[in-house]
């Protein structure tokens, strides 16, 4: 499947026009039944908004992940929904609705976006090293943002496994994407 098969990207007349200084990449979490964001991607999107409004000029975001319930919506769509309701313009929104893990993600990512703009990675910040990692690994100048902890919602034992957890998945991702890499030359 190519990566327009799946992914709302910018035509070249767009980019040409919009020729972002940043890419700001947000990484899905879990959408409510009602198709609302929950907690951990309301935090993702705000402080990729909190992050958009420090730049210099309007950044370009990609918004990225799938949904495996089809009676709602995907992720990136409700990341989009919630940067327009706060005046991003759909010309500034690349959005990935098929991903369905972190690294199928950056993979799509790195087809996608221009690996010659730097990329600030708005994650939960147990979640943003692995994405900034796997980032720099195919070629991008990642750097993570720090957004709001959500550990007081979530309760300290759920947050250490949630690092716990992400630090696993790093190692696991990265040699997943080291064979991919190598496969390649």
């Known amino acids: 499947m190519k990566p327009e098969d799946h992914v709302e990207v910018m035509t070249a007349v767009q980019q040409s026009v919009l020729a972002p200084s940043v890419?700001?990449?947000?990484?899905?979490?879990?959408?409510?039944?009602d198709g609302s964001?929950?907690?951990s991607l309301s935090?993702?999107?705000?402080?990729?908004?909190?992050?958009?409004l420090r730049q210099q000029q309007q950044p370009c975001?990609?918004?990225s992940g799938g949904t495996s319930d089809l009676t709602i919506p995907t992720e990136a769509a409700v990341m989009a929904r919630v940067l327009m309701a706060k005046g991003v313009?759909?010309?500034?929104?690349?959005?990935?609705?098929?991903?369905?893990?972190?690294?199928?993600?950056?993979?799509?990512?790195?087809k996608v976006l221009s690996k010659q703009i730097?990329?600030?990675?708005c994650s939960d910040n147990y979640h943003v090293l692995r994405i900034t990692i796997l980032l720099r690994?195919?070629?991008?100048?990642?750097?993570?943002?720090?957004?709001?902890?959500?550990?007081a919602a979530t309760g300290n034992a759920r947050w250490c496994y949630m690092w716990f957890r992400d630090l696993v998945a790093t190692?696991?991702?990265?040699?997943?994407?080291?064979?991919h890499l190598l496969r390649k030359e």
């Open 118 to 121: 730097p990329i600030l990675v």
């Open 37 to 39: 964001p929950s907690g």
């Open 137 to 151: 690994m195919v070629g991008f100048k990642a750097k993570p943002v720090w957004i709001s902890s959500g550990r």
């Open 23 to 33: 890419y700001i990449a947000i990484f899905g979490a879990r959408v409510m039944p």
């Open 171 to 179: 190692l696991y991702d990265s040699l997943l994407l080291s064979y």
């Open 43 to 52: 935090r993702r999107i705000e402080g990729a908004y909190q992050c958009s």
């Open 89 to 110: 313009a759909s010309s500034h929104l690349v959005q990935d609705h098929q991903s369905s893990d972190t690294l199928d993600s950056v993979l799509i990512a790195a």
């Open 61 to 63: 975001f990609f918004v």
